[in-house]
């Protein structure tokens, strides 16, 4: 008489089962990320393009470009960013002007990372206006990033001018307490909404610092791209 036992028991079964739905399940959730991916991807794209045109109101093209310490490329049909490069966006006029540059920052708020888009002016080594990608701040509070005038004003003229050198900003991008704003590099926050507020300055700081001493050098590359 033997003693191997049987395989087949309502407990082997029952495991079975398990496990062939578990594969089941992950084949369907592969198929879905696979299927749905592109329609996300454009979505991301289309919700970056309106704040393109929110914060640079004369664009009529934008062209993708990587900037690293090798200087600057285009960035079109990539999807993927070389290591240690940064991508951006130049920003052409009707005439094929270069009206602006545009660029992403990103920083941890209350509720979840604040992905904004800012407007870079070259000649002027200023940011002229952000807009917001993405975010989950708590409404009526953090969401005020988006309608305070008083906060929105901080980035009509936000001083992102670069050392000497020009290796890094001269002055880094702060926020500090609402009221107390005394320079042109400053973000002066919004009373009950700090913790939003400084996501933002952190952001465009940590960004303008990496990107800005890359760029900059290679401007008349974006004037006359060929």
Same mark, same amino acid.
């Given at each position: &008489?033997?003693?191997?036992?049987?395989?087949?028991?309502?407990?082997? /079964? &029952?495991?079975?089962?398990?496990?062939? +739905?578990?594969?089941?399940? !992950?084949?369907?959730? +592969? !198929? +879905?990320?696979?299927?749905?991916?592109?329609?996300? $991807? /454009?979505?991301?794209?289309l919700a970056l393009e309106r704040q393109v045109f929110k914060v640079l109101p004369n664009a009529k093209k934008i062209v993708p470009y990587f900037a690293s310490a090798a200087g600057i490329t285009s960035a079109e049909g990539q999807d993927q960013a070389p290591a240690g490069s940064i991508i951006f966006y130049a920003v052409y006029d009707a005439a094929n002007n270069l009206s602006g540059i545009a660029a992403e920052a990103s920083s941890s708020g209350y509720a979840d990372q604040v992905r904004i888009l800012y407007a870079y002016d070259a000649q002027k080594q200023l940011i002229t206006g952000i807009g917001v990608i993405s975010m989950r701040e708590t409404p009526g509070i953090g969401d005020k990033i988006?309608?305070?005038?008083?906060?929105?004003? $901080?980035?009509?003229?936000?001083?992102?001018?670069?050392?000497?050198?020009?290796?890094?900003? /001269? $002055?880094?991008?702060?926020?500090?307490?609402? !009221?107390? #704003?005394?320079?042109?590099?400053?973000?002066?926050?919004? /009373?009950?909404?700090?913790?939003?507020? #400084?996501? +933002? !300055?952190?952001?465009?700081?940590?960004?303008?610092?990496?990107?800005?001493? #890359?760029? *900059?050098?290679?401007?008349?590359? *974006?004037? $006359?791209?060929?």
């Open positions: &008489m033997s003693d191997t036992p049987e395989v087949n028991t309502p407990s082997f /079964a &029952m495991v079975r089962t398990l496990g062939l +739905v578990s594969v089941i399940c !992950g084949i369907i959730i +592969v !198929g +879905v990320y696979q299927v749905t991916l592109p329609a996300v $991807n /454009a979505n991301k794209k988006l309608t305070d005038q008083a906060f929105l004003k $901080n980035f009509e003229a936000l001083d992102v001018s670069l050392s000497a050198d020009l290796q890094s900003l /001269a $002055n880094a991008v702060k926020t500090v307490k609402h !009221g107390t #704003k005394t320079s042109p590099w400053q973000i002066d926050a919004i /009373a009950g909404a700090t913790v939003t507020s #400084k996501a +933002v !300055g952190r952001g465009i700081n940590e960004s303008a610092q990496n990107l800005l001493p #890359k760029l *900059l050098p290679h401007l008349e590359k *974006l004037r $006359n791209p060929s």
